[in-house]
């Protein structure tokens, strides 16, 4: 499932291919994703100008001329193809079609981009620009990680007091967005701190050292996903997969690689989900 560095890196993909050209023609080939697609999609998009590619948690806003911004969520399984940019920035022929090409944007500058979610659990909707924060699935959303507002003494009072393990705490979209288990195991290894632990056992200041933290593994990551950016002339033209290596997670009996720890890095199932996670370093 993408994540936020994943989603940022198919938004920086997306904005140079995007922005300031015009959507020529919009195919929606069926009603619905995991929830139906706005009334008129195709019409409302045909014609459009692009004006800027943002991003909210794990959705990408693009705004349209015409004053509407157009939500994008990948989902479990969604992927982003770009072909046919004319400008080279991505030399790849269009493909042929393929089942799960559920939205196709001709852009007017010969790109097309195509969105390809085999599970359908991605969603897209229309919305007035500027609207976004009272839309639905992003009026519940805590602060952006990378944003002012999530700042140490934010997360010491979000979290003071609460009996849930930090790393639950971390997941819940409503203290912090866009948070996904895989770089809240990688936070809390840096941090030191083990994913079971309940937040009102951990001092005020290491709940507030998580916040640096999280920043650098989310900006590593994101990195990361830029350089593969600059692969795609290679690649097959698709967004936001990018290779990346962890320090816990996936590595499970794997050596810590703390200095002088080398401790196996074990795995437990927290609310169904793993966490990855060295006993020694971590406490
Ligand atoms: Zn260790």
Redesign the pocket.
Known sequence: MPELPEVETVRRGLAPVMEGDVIARARVNRPDLRWPFPADMAARLTGQRVERLRRRSKYILVDLSGGETLLIHLGMSGRMLVSGDALGRFVHDHPAPEKHDHVVLDMEGGARITFNDPRRFGAMDLMPTGSEETHKLIAPLGPEPLGNLFSESYLIAALKGRNTPVKAALLDQRIVAGLGNIYVCEALYRARISPARRCRHIAAARIGGLVPVIRDVLTDAIAAGGSSLRDYRQADGELGYFQHSFDVYGREGAP?R?PD?G?PIRRIVQSGRSSFY?S??QR
């Open positions: 810590c703390t720890c401790a060295c020694q370093c």
